[in-house]
């Protein structure tokens, strides 16, 4: 796994923010563990794969995943302006 039960992060992976091929769109959080990411356009669940990606968990602002063998850390960027942003 790639995080302690403390959700601190093991040594050996590495964080994204963005990349030319994985483009973090959106989270769609579920606390029972039904949580989605949008990934470059497509809806994904924990356990699936897109491309050479593999989904490991969705986080409420991450996404762990593997790709090519190693463990990859994909933040979830907030736009500035966006809808929403009031509290």
Do not use: C, H, Y
């Not at 992976?13 to 606390?31: F, K, Q, R, T, Y």
């Not at 989605?36 to 986080?59: C, H, P, R, V, W």
């Not at 790709?67 to 966006?82: F, R, Y």
């Amino acid at each position: 796994m790639l995080v302690t039960k403390e959700g601190r992060l093991l040594p050996g992976a590495v964080v994204l923010s963005e990349s030319e091929d994985v483009n973090l769109e959106g989270i769609i959080w579920d606390p029972v563990g039904r949580s989605i990411a949008i990934i470059n356009g497509k809806l994904i669940q924990e356990g699936q794969a897109l491309f050479n990606l593999k989904i490991l968990k969705i986080e409420k602002t991450k996404v762990l995943l593997e790709k090519d063998g190693k463990n990859i850390v994909v933040n979830l960027n907030k736009k500035e302006g966006g809808k929403g942003d009031e509290d």
